[in-house]
Structure formats: C-alpha cells, structure tokens
C-alpha cells in the first residue's frame, strides 16, 4: 500500500478539496484518499445531476458518499443548453467538462474550498480526452495523472481498501453513445438508457447501447432508429444464442428502435473515439 500513501501524501498539500465525484472507481478512489489524507470535515464530494448521467448512477454516488462517511452535493449542469454540446462536436467533451468546473469553481468560491480534484487516471492521456482541456483551463487538480496511476493499480489498491466497487465496468456519460455530428436529444439519452437497462437486467456485466439515427431513403424527415449492441468481450458468447438474441431485439424494438444489431468484435472502450468525423455515413444532422 506504498502507493496509496503516497497518494494521500500528495493530496495533503491541497488542504481542503472538492472531489468531482462521478460514481466510477476513479473518482472513487480519489474521495477515499483525500478522506483518509485530510479528513472528512475539509472535502466534499460533488456530482453533477446531468441527463447524460443513468438514474441509477445518480443514486448510488449517494449511497456510495455514505459509505464513506463523507459529505456529498448534488448539483446541476446546464449543458444540454449549449448547442456546442448538443450538436455533437468530435470535442464534445470539452463543453460538458467546461460547464461541470465552471459550477464545481463557483461552489469552490462560495464555501472557501481551495481545490477542485477529479478521477482522470494516467492510462486516460492515451485516449482521446477533450475534456481534460477543460479541466486545465480551470486548474482541476488530477493527482492520479500526476503519481500516473493506471486503472489496473486503481482498481488492486481499492480492492485491499474494501471500496466495494473496485471491478465496476467503466460507464462514460450517455452521451458518448451518439456519434459526433449526430444531436445529442432528451429523448436519445432516455432511449439508450432504457435499453442499456434490458442488458443489465438480462445479467451482462460491461455493454454499451450505441445509438444511430438513419434518414429512410434519403429523407431526412423520417428517421430509423438503430441500436448497436456492445458486449464485453468476455461475455458475448452469451449473447450469440438464438434466444436471447429475440429476447434482446423484441425489448429494444418495444421501446424505440427499428433495428438492433451487435458488434462482433465487442465491446472496446473510446471506439467512437477511432476517427471523431466517422457517423457511418449516416446524416451529420439527424
């Protein structure tokens, strides 16, 4: 546990903190040591009530906060109002992060905090990430990039810690199952999350539902919804059973969707992220 020391070493020297507390082990993590490092009375822990955020997420950072004994906000964001967001840039990102600091620096003033610390991992600068822009345009502190902690030494440390969810899959932001220049809606983001909540009450573990909009035969007033389907790669051989897959294409088709399809090279973190202008020649605008 020598790294997880000098983790809490080096977060003392920020003497009070917010903690940008998505729900994930990362930010987890992060709370846990400045908990540990400065005590509960100088950090809050902070989450953004944002519809790009699953319900059940919401909630259990809640239930997570209480586990730990530390003192937790909800607050929201406004980021759905900017069209630089919505309208699905390749930096999308940088928009949400960029509203998200903005709110968390305006709470940091108000109640004398003197820093902000987020969960961005070392393995995460090899990825395409516009949002850590916006994190250093705000002089987010990111001590896990700094000591470069990767996910797996996360994930080993916080077991020994007993944080209960040490092997919790990654669950970035609904969002990200839009391809850039495709809108990001209200009514996509309910549509991904339902269907992401067949997958997860079907039992599988690590899944994305992307979301695709197809102009019928050119005409951009009528849109076919597609779902494409990621699975762990651990476990789409479930999946690849007569079935479960009429079972999975009937639900979706129940809430929304005109086709439903999988991915047979699995689910693999960032893919959106392979070429930021590719919508698979579907209409930039829908």
Not at 137 to 147: D, F, K, M, R
Not at 179 to 207: C, H, M, N, R, W
Not at 247 to 253: F, R, T, V
Request: glycine content about 6%; charged content about 30%.
């Amino acid at each position: 546990m020598e790294r997880y020391e000098d983790l809490k070493s080096h977060i003392k020297q920020y003497r009070r903190v917010i903690v940008a507390f998505s729900g994930g082990i990362d930010s987890y993590f992060v709370l846990k040591a400045s908990i540990d490092s400065l005590g509960k009375d100088k950090v809050l822990a902070v989450t953004a009530d944002s519809p790009s955020l699953k319900a059940n997420e919401k909630e259990q950072t809640k239930y997570l906060a209480h586990k730990i004994d530390t003192r937790h906000k909800t607050i929201f964001t406004e980021e759905m109002q900017n069209p630089d967001y919505y309208n699905n840039p390749a930096n999308r990102c940088f928009f949400c992060k960029d509203e998200l600091y903005e709110k968390l620096n305006e709470l940091k003033n108000e109640h004398n905090y003197e820093y902000i610390l987020d969960g961005t991992n070392f393995d995460d600068m090899s990825d395409y990430r516009p949002g850590y822009q916006a994190s250093k345009n705000h002089g987010i502190v990111s001590p896990l990039v700094e000591l470069k902690f990767t996910k797996n030494e996360i994930r080993e440390i916080s077991k020994k810690l007993g944080l209960e969810i040490w092997d919790k899959p990654s669950s970035p932001c609904l969002s990200s199952r839009i391809p850039y220049g495709q809108k990001v809606t209200l009514e996509k983001l309910s549509l991904i999350e339902k269907a992401e909540e067949v997958l997860k009450d079907i039992g599988f573990k690590e899944y994305r539902v992307r979301h695709f909009e197809i102009p019928q035969n050119g005409d951009n007033s009528i849109k076919l919804k597609l779902a494409k389907i990621d699975i762990g790669k651990g476990e789409i051989h479930k999946v690849l059973n007569q079935d479960l897959m009429s079972e999975i294409d009937l639900k979706l088709k129940s809430i929304g969707y005109n086709f439903v399809t999988l991915d047979l090279s699995g689910l693999k973190s960032g893919s959106m992220n392979v070429n930021p202008k590719l919508s698979l020649g579907f209409n930039k605008n829908t």
